[in-house]
């Protein structure tokens, strides 16, 4: 299994964003994660398609969009265009998950869906076919710094094996409380896919922490 280490850019000065996704790219991440809250499916709110689209303009390294809002259905071709390789959705926020599931690579890009902690792997065992990832949450969505919730590794667990026994191409990612201390909890349970928000920022170079973090997953994917 491959290690992709990928930030999340909450805890980033929002008045310097563009400047610290080039110094993230320049850092080797593998992309970065959007995390879109709408103050109604989770009781915060962060950034929309137009702040994503601007910092789009100056840097290549692809973008995956989180999102955590209400009725995610009526907004998935706006991360498109804002140039998101990836749209992720909650299915609890949707009408009609196959169709959205099904809509978003329709779209030209890539489909993922995060399962937050409470919610079954169950919901997304039919329609594989139609995913490119899967998120296990390991924090309740909604903010940043928020502690791990080690008790999702057998979850990470049975979705590595669902995904195996697929046969499909699924990414299995992990995020919320992910840093040195606890990815390799994940990574041994078979995640491939690590997001990272404040532990990355709390390293003394992005560089050292993107590092860091894949040698400590690599490590415990080998066992
Ligand atoms: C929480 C977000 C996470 C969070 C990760 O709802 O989905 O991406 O920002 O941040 P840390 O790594 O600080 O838990």
């Keep these: ?108 890009v890539r489909a993922g869906v995060a399962l937050s902690p409470g919610t079954s792997l169950a919901s997304v065992e039919h329609v594989m076919d139609l995913l490119d990832m899967i998120l296990v949450m390991t924090v309740n969505p909604g903010f940043g710094g928020q502690s791990y919730i080690a008790t999702m590794e057998p979850k990470v667990a049975a979705a590595r094996a669902m995904i195996d026994a697929s046969g499909f191409d699924i990414e299995l990612e992990v995020d919320g409380g992910i840093g040195p201390e606890t990815i390799a909890g994940p990574a041994a349970a078979g995640a491939d896919v690590f997001i990272s928000g404040s532990a990355l920022w709390r390293y003394p170079s992005f560089a050292e922490g993107v590092a860091d973090l894949r040698q400590r997953a690599e490590a415990a994917q080998q066992g």
């Design 1 to 108: 299994m491959s290690v992709k280490i990928v930030p999340s850019v909450l805890p980033a000065d929002f008045a310097y964003l563009g400047r610290d996704c080039q110094a993230l790219e320049e850092a080797g991440v593998d992309r970065i994660q959007w995390d879109v809250m709408d103050g109604k499916f989770v009781p915060n709110l962060t950034f929309g398609a137009d702040t994503i689209a601007a910092c789009r303009k100056v840097c290549d390294v692809g973008f995956e969009a989180h999102l955590m809002v209400e009725r995610p259905e009526e907004l998935l071709h706006t991360y498109v265009d804002a140039g998101c390789e990836l749209i992720i959705v909650h299915p609890e926020s949707l009408q009609q998950p196959h169709r959205t599931y099904a809509h978003i690579r329709e779209l030209g």
